[in-house]
């Protein structure tokens, strides 16, 4: 909704140039919100469906016919025929009168990318059968909108809910009160474990090789554990990954988690570090192995490492990123 908003100002800046409307902002800032509060209201309801008006009419505040003339001498309708609105934005004294299709041209921007977002989205096989839209949120109230979902998927069933722009809100609140109602979501990054592994020249960069008791291993190596995308039940552990020590002494294997927004990224460079956890291996014995899993709850992320030997389990701790909480 907000592009649209941009777009909106961007024409009035090209009729009365960038640096007028940035100044009366300033210096009208009650008015300039006014306006944009009158353009809200008209973005949300105007639309082919509910008017036979060809025009959308706004009100303009006094302020700002006053501050065009004083700023640019000039008038507003003077301004208007100079530019490439000329027919198709009409001025007159408080009120601005736009014709319809130059109104929905605000829109095609904002509109064109949800329906974009959309169509990738239903690309998924996570998706596949899914034949319902529910629209929610403030803009989901613009007929303009609803009309451009409606054509580009039209063997979906619509559904916006009275007072879409509070569903979100209710929603929220709902939430609050049973916390419960929400049992899993969508991992919005990718979680995994930095990894060494044996070195391989045609795959490895050369800056990872390391050499470990006597060994080549390329270092940093994500291995990964959750894909973004994938369905996350609050409390249920995720698959086990089993991890080895690199030499016969060592006594601990350290394990530091990360986060990515890649699908699959192959080394833990550019990912995010949110902590790490050590855990004591037996020495001596045949199976030295640690499987480690991950456990989502609803705002941390629980790491735990079973040695396989004994049995012992060592939990990690993870504050999840703001974003993956519920």
């Known amino acids: 909704g907000t592009s649209v908003d941009m777009a909106f100002k961007s024409a009035l800046a090209e009729i009365v140039t960038e640096g007028m409307i940035e100044g009366y902002c300033h210096k009208f800032t009650g008015d300039y919100i006014e306006l944009f509060r009158d353009f809200e209201i008209k973005k949300r309801k105007c639309g082919k469906g509910n008017s036979s008006d060809s025009f959308i009419t706004l009100k303009i505040p006094v302020t700002f016919t006053d501050e065009c003339q004083e700023t640019l001498n000039t008038d507003l309708t003077t301004l208007v025929n100079k530019s490439t609105y000329k027919d198709h934005i009409f001025w007159k004294t408080d009120k601005v009168r736009i014709d319809l299709p130059t109104f929905e041209t605000f829109f095609q921007p904002a509109c064109d990318g949800i329906v974009k977002h959309v169509k990738e ?46 569903a979100v809100l209710r929603g929220a609140v709902l939430f609050g009160c049973n916390p419960k109602a929400i049992d899993s979501r969508i991992a919005k990054y990718t979680y995994g474990v930095a ?66 927004t890649e699908d699959a990224p192959f080394y833990v460079d550019y990912c995010e570090n949110i902590g790490k956890f050590e855990v004591s291996v037996p020495v001596g014995v045949d199976d030295r192995s640690v499987n480690v899993r991950m456990i989502f709850g609803r705002t941390e992320l629980t790491a735990e490492a079973r040695v396989v030997k004994t049995g012992e389990i060592m939990p990690g701790q993870f504050e999840l990123p703001e974003e993956e909480k519920i």
């Open 195 to 260: 990894t060494n592994v044996e070195f391989d020249p045609e795959i490895h960069m050369e800056s990872k090789r390391e050499i470990i008791d006597g060994e080549d291993y390329c270092t940093d190596i994500f291995d990964k554990h959750v894909e973004k995308g994938e369905e996350l039940i609050v409390d249920e552990a995720q698959a086990e990954r089993s991890y080895l020590p690199m030499t016969h002494q060592q006594k601990a294997i350290s394990f530091s988690i990360y986060t990515s």
């Open 121 to 166: 989205l239903f690309q998924s096989p996570k998706v596949k059968g899914v034949n319902k839209i529910l629209m929610v949120g403030g803009f989901s109230e613009s007929n303009i909108l609803q009309d451009v979902v409606r054509r580009a998927f039209p063997n979906c069933q619509i559904i916006v809910p009275q007072e879409a722009g509070l």
